[in-house]
């Protein structure tokens, strides 16, 4: 069964920083793209970071870029696989639950999927609360 597990999140200051964790398992995580998507009350359920599999790659939203890094280690099998996303400098608009999200997997060394539908297999997410 495949899970995807974030934890990190919570309450902050505006300007201050979170680090957020997915460790994920289950299945063949090798050649799989990850990335780090976000939603807020009210609103649709938007991307914010993603790796490719080589970790070679990055590509994050306009909003995030310059302020969160994401980074992993995307292993085979029985390996861990784990994914962070440093935010720093946060915004109370960045306030929202985010997910952990990993790609089904065979893209190049180089992809970055954007979209929700590129991504098979999602966390239950974890709540970041930025207070003015």
């Known amino acids: 069964q495949v899970q995807l597990v974030e934890s990190g999140g919570g309450l902050v200051q505006a300007g201050g920083s979170l680090r957020l964790s997915c460790a994920a398992s289950?299945?063949?995580?090798?050649?799989?793209?990850m990335g780090w998507f976000r939603q807020a009350p009210g609103k649709e359920r938007e991307f914010v970071a993603a790796?490719?599999?080589?970790?070679?790659?990055?590509?994050?939203?306009?909003s995030v870029k310059g302020r969160f890094t994401i980074s992993g280690t995307i292993s085979g099998n029985n390996a861990k696989t784990t994914m962070y996303l440093q935010m720093n400098s946060l915004r109370p608009e960045d306030t929202a639950v985010y997910y952990c999200?990993?790609?089904?997997?065979?893209?190049?060394?180089?992809?970055?999927?954007?979209?929700?539908?590129?991504?098979?297999?999602w966390g239950q997410g974890t709540q970041v609360t930025v207070s003015s």
């Open positions: 999200a990993a790609n089904k997997g065979g893209g190049s060394r180089w992809y970055v999927p954007r979209r929700v539908v590129d991504y098979d297999d």
């Open positions: 289950g299945r063949t995580f090798s050649r799989t793209a």
């Open positions: 790796i490719s599999w080589s970790g070679g790659s990055t590509d994050y939203a306009d």
